[in-house]
């Protein structure tokens, strides 16, 4: 695994494009959550200061920092496509097999690779939030400080699975500008399929079977957070029934629509004449 993923690191570290996308991915996010963390003056007008409304409490700030941090991950989805389109355009797949790679190390290649900037990503994020936490939290117990840290979990699972399915598109079309209208042609598709079924039986099954697709069952691993921020402030104003949790059968769906991107992705090259 360690020798397919260095393979990989060389690849992309050669890249200057694939290295400016890089560092924006995981440090843009983990900037902005720096940023939103101390105090901003406005020109004398008014101080701007996130943690006095209480967002970086511990537990909710698992919640809030993994929400907002996944919006980042459309940055090195571009280098996921970029990845298969490069290796097409630059014929370096060929070579690769020439050189004794298998088709199956060659996709299990991109898929640990996927997997360890995703590990990476969550960790720096996971970080951030445990000492911006600690600074801003009056909670000082163990047992509060790491109570929902399952929203770490949901987020590499997200980008995992995220990112899989930008590996399918980009070996499918083999364009990264293609990959990435594909993923937007799903995001339709998905609603598209959504009004069918309300139309056909109820809007409550229509949510059902919406939850069960690839984009949204990746976004319904960590719901909006803004819900329970009011409803934390605000608690006789709004639905206390809010369900914010990390559900395990959640997991068990994205997991299973990565397996099957990365097979069908494996399958693809399996039967594309190189």
Known sequence: MLRLVNLELQKLLLNTASKVLIFISFILPFTVLILSSIKINFFGFFTLELGELGIFNFPIIWHITTFFASFFKLFFAI????????????KTIKQNLIDGLSKKEFILSKFYTIVFFSLLATVLIGVGSFFIGLYYSSYTEASIIFRETEFLLAYFVKLVGFFSLCLFFGMLVKRSAFALAFIFI?????????????KITSLEMAWKVKSFLPLESMYKLIDQPFQRVIMTK????????????????????VLSWTALFVFLSYILLKRRDL
Request: aromatic fraction near 22%.
């Open 234 to 253: 605000y608690p006789d104003q709004i639905d206390m029934a809010y369900d914010y949790a990390v559900h395990w059968y959640e997991v068990v769906i």
């Open 79 to 90: 280098v996921v496509v970029s990845m298969i389109g490069n290796e097409y355009s630059n």
């Open 186 to 198: 799903l995001y339709i598709l998905e609603w598209f399929i959504f009004a069918i079924v309300k």
